[in-house]
Each structure stands twice: as C-alpha cells, then as structure tokens.
C-alpha cells in the first residue's frame, strides 16, 4: 500500500506545474469581477457564534471582567491569554515559516502556500489583539504603551512585536488586495517594498515568538521547573518553528475538504517542509533533555504527579511521536501518514502552551479557575470569526489559483 501511495505521490509531482507569479494576476478571468460569499448550514451556525461572541464582548467592556470571567487575584491570567494569544500566535507560525522558504530562500514553489498562510496568520493575530483587548482590565487604556514606553518589560516587547508584525503582515496583503482590485500602479509599489517587508517580518516574528516565552523567565518562583527554564524563549521559538509546517498541513487538508480539493496534489511540496520540522523537533527535543538534566530536574517527569504525565503527554504526543513517524519517508509521503504527524504536534505545541499557563504554575497560585461561559463564547466566536474571514478571502483573491472560479 505503502508502495502504491508512494508511486502516485511520483505521479502528481510531474503532473503539478511550478506556480509562477504570473499564475496569480489573471483575477478576471478566475472571479468574473465577481465578490461572492455563500452561505451554508455551517457558516449560519458559524456567525451564529459570533454573534454570541460580540454580545459577551460589549458585556465584558461594559461590564468589567469580574461579571465576564471567572479571573480572579490567584489566576489573573486564563484562557484568553493560553488559547487565544499563546496557542494563537504560535499556531500563526506558518505565515512566517512559509515566507522564509518561499521569499528568502526563494524556493518559488512555495509561494502559493505561503500565501495561504499568510491569510491565516494576518488574521490569526487580529484574533490576538482582540483576545488581548479582552483581557486588558481598564481596556480604555490600551493606548497608554505608546506613550508611556515600558523599557524593561517584557509585556511591552511582546506588544511591539504584534503590532509590527500585524503591520507587516498587512502590508504584505496589499500585494493581494490590490492585484484583486485591479489598482497596477498600486500594486507596483507594494511589489518594489515586498523584500524589506518580508525581512522585517521574519525579524519581528522570530522576536515575537521568543519573547512570549521569555515573559516567563521572571516567573521563576510560580512554573514548574519541568516547564521552567532560562531557555523558555528559545523553546518557544523552537516549537513555533516546527508547528509552522504542521498547521500548512492541517490548513490544507481543511481546505481541501471544504473546497473538494485533492490534498494529494499538495504532498510532493508539503513532506519537504515536515522533514525539517522533523529535524527542528530532534534539535528541540535534545535540548530539552541536556536542560532538564542540567538543571537536576530530569527524574521529576517520572514522578507520577498530574504535572509530570502532562509533560509526558506533551512530549510523548506532540514531538516524540511526529518525530518517529516522520522519520520513515514511506509514511512522511503518505497523506494518512502526514496528516496524523502534523495533528500530533498541532496538539502538543497546544498542549504545551496550556501547560505553561496552567498545569505549570497552579500549585504556586492557589485558589481555583474554571473559565466562565463568555470566555468560551468569545474564544469560540474568534475562531469562527476567523474561519469564516479565511472562506472570504480564499473565494474572492486569488490563494488558491487554480481552485475557485464563480460559475
């Protein structure tokens, strides 16, 4: 079986023409000048759900986060800050990864991909920034960093990485906007600034995905030492990197189902990408096995304790796992193979940034936290909103080329 998927994977990577630039800008022909949205029993239950978001939204800002959420002095930080801004921006990963393979090592076969990956971490880090406004307690005073500058805190560095990420990253969508609505002379300009943006964007991304990590150096007394280390940020940076080919994976089987595409056309260019994650787990992976024994906490995961299984989990499931399976070309090449690979580590980057947050520092913190009913509709409702934002984009600009034509 192995062999017969293997020989058909042979056949798409002659069948599949290279992308050039120039498959991206006949827009008529592909949309008629046409702008469509339509609608589905899912996408009602979809905006169903962000409806219920912007009610508990003006409910919280109106209200204040004590009626909102169940935060409270032991756990001001919940799942606003684990699942939508941790879990968020290293999900986001793949914007950054892809351009760094497509624009910097100008590998131009991955430049349709990166594109939509770009529309997934753009919009991924607006449901960032709201996650943040969210949690801000006097949210009225989300200006007040641009003008009183917190030098040494690493809160301000985190902030100043999303938002010039946010606007590079919308800079780099002028490119695609303006092909779509056919403004040349516009278009021009951003393609003559496109190389310093997509520098400046890896630049900041590395420095953002490190620095949420390094936010929790200063939490020395409160994490878990299985989770603790002067290396967290490195770790951070490290996971982002490898989760970034795992969500174009899981990005494009989604799609592919949803746009009744064939995953198996996206194999030849996607098992490349999941080998030097392979790699970049390895190197995580050791690394994490020389601090621990340096630090003298290597035996505390056998422990048997709630916070030492979830470690094991962690590991077990999102890097020991992937990395075996990925390590067989056979099943690298397969999409059953590639598919369950990169769910794996979507789950275990998760699984750890929700350790981070909450397995890792609960027994320092005390008292109790379950997430109030408006968290989970605000979360559930970003995720919609950002699903359904990515629907819009995918039938009206030109990410996926040869797919989406209105009939």
Not at 19 to 36: C, H, I, L, M, R
Not at 131 to 144: E, K, P
């Amino acid at each position: 079986m192995a062999h017969v998927e293997h020989a058909e994977i042979e056949i798409y990577k002659e069948e599949r023409p290279v992308k050039k630039e120039s498959d991206f800008t006949d827009y008529d022909a592909v949309f008629g000048g046409k702008w469509s949205f339509a609608m589905s029993g899912y996408r009602v239950l979809a905006f169903a759900l962000i409806g219920l978001m912007a009610f508990s939204m003006i409910y919280r800002l109106t209200q204040g986060l004590g009626p909102a959420t169940n935060l409270n002095d032991q756990w001001p930080w919940g799942l606003w800050i684990a699942f939508d801004d941790l879990c968020g921006i290293a999900l986001a990963a793949g914007g950054f990864f892809t351009v760094f393979v497509a624009h910097i090592l100008n590998l131009k076969q991955y430049k349709y991909i990166a594109r939509a990956s770009l529309i997934t971490a753009w919009f991924g880090y607006i449901v960032v920034a709201l996650g943040v406004l969210m949690d801000l307690g006097r949210w009225y005073n989300f200006w007040r960093p641009f003008v009183s500058w917190g030098y040494h805190s690493w809160l301000f560095v985190v902030l100043l990485c999303v938002i010039g990420y946010q606007a590079v990253m919308t800079l780099q969508f002028g490119h695609i906007f303006f092909e779509r609505v056919n403004a040349p002379r516009l278009k021009e300009i951003f393609d003559k600034i496109l190389p310093v943006i997509f520098v400046a964007g890896l630049v900041i991304g590395f420095l953002h995905q490190s620095a949420l990590g390094a936010l929790y150096i200063a939490m020395i007394d409160r994490q878990n030492p299985l989770w603790w280390s002067m290396l967290i940020g490195l770790f951070f940076f490290l996971s982002a990197a490898f989760v970034g080919p795992a969500m174009c994976v899981v990005e494009g089987v989604l799609a592919s189902k949803a746009y009744k595409k064939d995953f198996r056309h996206e194999v030849p260019l996607l098992a490349p990408l999941l080998k030097a994650a392979m790699w970049l787990m390895v190197i995580y992976l050791v690394l994490k096995v020389i601090d621990l024994v340096y630090r003298g906490h290597f035996l505390d995961m056998f422990d048997g304790s709630t916070p030492s299984n979830l470690f094991l989990l962690e590991m077990v499931i999102g890097v020991i796992i992937p990395i075996i399976l990925l390590a067989k070309k056979h099943i690298r090449e397969s999409v059953p193979g590639m598919v369950t690979a990169a769910v794996l580590i979507v789950i275990g980057v998760m699984l750890n940034r929700m350790n981070v947050v909450f397995t890792s520092m609960y027994q320092a913190m005390g008292g109790w936290y379950f997430p109030h009913w408006m968290e989970f509709s605000i979360s559930i409702g970003l995720v919609s909103l950002l699903i359904m934002a990515y629907c819009f984009f995918v039938e009206n600009f030109k990410i996926m080329p040869e797919e989406h034509e209105h009939h």
